[in-house]
């Protein structure tokens, strides 16, 4: 038998974009069903590199940093290693000592965020993956099927968030945001275990990466996350797979190579795409809004995208608990604040992104970059600013960002 059941909110995904979402409804006092197709606590390919700011919004949503951080590892350093290993070291991220950035493994971060938001849910379909969707200004209906017991649920809400990721099953069916090579990295992870490691993380842009990078985030005192983000272009060239070149990098780069002096692998390497926040098209349509990976809203540069994934999804829920509110449709029409919020605040910090990015593709660019950058702090303070910050709209142009460049601020 199909049971059908009525919420205000279906979100499909519950990962930090969906978990988030699925709590700023709740705060708006909107019931939600949250569909995953998942059983949490379920594992993530990822860097598990939490940036200050997300803590931030965690606050807004009751979250404790010292709770989320019982599974993770402070850091207050970023070390950048050029193609001729010149380093760059950034040292206290944040002006105080109290450095809230760190690496959580994604299992532990995204669970801890799913359990406060499958507590406040009306309906918890983890276990459910989407198979269809019919959309429409005022109501939507989801058929949704348990992997379990393969008995189907139909959803009907009033609107809908997409939070289901880089291979947004919702995008697809609704024929939304067409992935784009030029638009996308590709991504490792492999936990490595057994020295040691300080409070530093290190980022290592080598001539066989660009314009990505090999990482090293420790995510305790004596295991890190070892990854590599690259684009497509190095299996055209080289013939290379990525876990060529990863394999490769690690037992060639004599820096990387120190750094994971004494560390052994711990698990099998894992894959996993990153859309990138630089994907021309519209994350709206009748009754549906994209957040998260799903909108690929992913730093071209950094790679990062949990930060906009939790910011993203509590902006969709803000709008839509505003549209609910008032009984107004949420056409594509009415949804065009989400459209316009997200064009404006975070499309200009990954354009910047994108521009270093593309210099980045060079080697001659890289290596002089990197030289500079690890003897002049100008050099120094810009890469930061645009790897670490979402810059506002015409942030290059201005002086202020300039002399900020120049004092370091
Ligand atoms: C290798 C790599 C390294 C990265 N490193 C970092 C980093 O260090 N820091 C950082 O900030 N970001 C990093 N990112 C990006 C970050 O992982 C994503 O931006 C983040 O996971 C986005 O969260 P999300 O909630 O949008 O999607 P996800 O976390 O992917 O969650 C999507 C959820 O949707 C569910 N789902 C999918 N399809 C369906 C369906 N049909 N039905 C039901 N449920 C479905 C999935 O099970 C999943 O739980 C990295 C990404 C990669 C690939």
Same mark, same amino acid.
């Given at each position: 038998?199909?049971?059908?059941?009525?919420?205000?909110?279906?979100?499909?995904?519950?990962?930090?974009?969906?978990?988030?979402?699925?709590?700023?409804?709740?705060?708006?006092?909107?019931?939600?069903?949250?569909?995953?197709?998942?059983?949490?606590?379920?594992?993530?390919?990822?860097?598990?590199?939490?940036?200050?700011?997300?803590?931030?919004?965690?606050?807004?949503?009751?979250?404790?940093?010292?709770?989320?951080?019982?599974?993770?590892?402070?850091?207050?350093?970023?070390?950048?290693?050029?193609?001729?290993?010149?380093?760059?070291?950034?040292?206290?991220?944040?002006?105080?000592?109290?450095?809230?950035?760190?690496?959580?493994?994604?299992?532990?971060?995204?669970?801890?965020?799913?359990?406060?938001?499958?507590?406040?849910?009306?309906?918890?379909?983890?276990?459910?993956?989407?198979?269809?969707?019919?959309?429409?200004?005022?109501?939507?209906?989801?058929?949704?099927?348990?992997?379990?017991?393969?008995?189907?649920?139909?959803? /009907?809400?009033?609107?809908?968030? $997409?939070? &289901?990721? !880089? %291979?947004?099953?919702?995008?697809?069916?609704? #024929?939304?945001? *067409?992935?784009?090579?030029?638009?996308?990295?590709?991504?490792?992870?492999?936990?490595?275990?057994?020295?040691?490691?300080?409070?530093?993380?290190?980022?290592?842009?080598?001539?066989?990466?660009?314009?990505?990078? /090999?990482?090293?985030?420790?995510? $305790?005192? &004596?295991? !890190? %996350?070892?990854?590599?983000?690259?684009?497509? #272009?190095?299996? *055209?060239?080289?013939?290379?797979?990525?876990?060529?070149?990863?394999?490769?990098?690690?037992?060639?780069?004599?820096?990387?190579?120190?750094?994971?002096?004494?560390?052994?692998?711990?698990?099998?390497?894992?894959?996993?795409?990153?859309?990138?926040?630089?994907?021309?098209?519209?994350?709206?349509?009748?009754?549906?809004?994209?957040?998260?990976?799903?909108?690929?809203?992913?730093?071209?540069?950094?790679?990062?995208?949990?930060?906009?994934?939790?910011?993203?999804?509590?902006?969709?829920?803000?709008?839509?608990?505003?549209?609910?509110?008032?009984?107004?449709?949420?056409?594509?029409?009415?949804?065009?604040?989400?459209?316009?919020?997200?064009?404006?605040?975070?499309?200009?910090?990954?354009?910047?992104?994108?521009?270093?990015?593309?210099?980045?593709?060079?080697?001659?660019?890289?290596?002089?970059?990197?030289?500079?950058?690890?003897?002049?702090?100008?050099?120094?303070?810009?890469?930061?600013?645009?790897?670490?910050?979402?810059?506002?709209?015409?942030?290059?142009?201005?002086?202020?960002?300039?002399?900020?460049?120049?004092?370091?601020?």
């Amino acid at each position: 038998m199909i049971e059908t059941i009525n919420v205000d909110v279906a979100i499909v995904g519950a990962g930090p974009a969906g978990s988030a979402a699925a709590l700023s409804c709740h705060k708006h006092g909107l019931s939600v069903a949250l569909i995953d197709k998942a059983v949490f606590p379920r594992d993530k390919v990822c860097g598990d590199g939490i940036p200050l700011k997300t803590f931030k919004l965690l606050e807004e949503l009751g979250f404790n940093e010292q709770d989320l951080f019982k599974d993770g590892f402070k850091i207050n350093r970023l070390k950048v290693y050029g193609p001729d290993h010149h380093v760059t070291t950034y040292g206290g991220l944040t002006p105080d000592a109290s450095t809230k950035s760190g690496c959580i493994p994604r299992k532990a971060f995204d669970n801890a965020l799913y359990r406060r938001a499958a507590a406040i849910c009306r309906y918890n379909l983890t276990g459910y993956k989407l198979e269809a969707i019919e959309n429409g200004a005022n109501i939507q209906t989801l058929r949704v099927r348990s992997l379990k017991t393969k008995s189907e649920q139909t959803v /009907v809400a009033r609107a809908v968030i $997409a939070a &289901d990721g !880089a %291979n947004s099953y919702t995008a697809r069916l609704l #024929k939304l945001l *067409k992935r784009d090579q030029a638009h996308h990295f590709d991504g490792l992870r492999w936990y490595f275990k057994g020295k040691r490691f300080d409070s530093s993380v290190h980022l290592f842009y080598d001539k066989r990466t660009l314009p990505g990078y /090999v990482w090293v985030f420790p995510v $305790a005192r &004596d295991m !890190a %996350n070892v990854g590599i983000m690259i684009n497509k #272009k190095h299996k *055209k060239n080289t013939g290379a797979t990525i876990r060529d070149i990863f394999i490769d990098v690690l037992e060639s780069n004599p820096r990387l190579k120190a750094v994971l002096n004494g560390a052994e692998p711990l698990d099998e390497i894992k894959g996993a795409p990153l859309p990138l926040g630089t994907l021309p098209g519209s994350r709206i349509t009748d009754g549906v809004v994209l957040v998260g990976d799903a909108a690929a809203f992913i730093n071209p540069v950094t790679g990062g995208g949990i930060y906009f994934a939790i910011l993203s999804a509590m902006k969709a829920a803000d709008i839509l608990a505003e549209l609910l509110g008032k009984n107004v449709p949420v056409s594509k029409q009415n949804l065009q604040q989400y459209e316009h919020w997200w064009r404006q605040t975070i499309f200009p910090g990954f354009f910047y992104s994108d521009r270093l990015k593309k210099k980045l593709d060079s080697e001659r660019f890289a290596r002089l970059f990197f030289w500079l950058s690890s003897r002049f702090k100008p050099v120094a303070n810009y890469f930061i600013m645009v790897y670490g910050r979402p810059l506002p709209k015409g942030a290059l142009r201005h002086p202020f960002f300039w002399l900020r460049v120049l004092m370091g601020k």
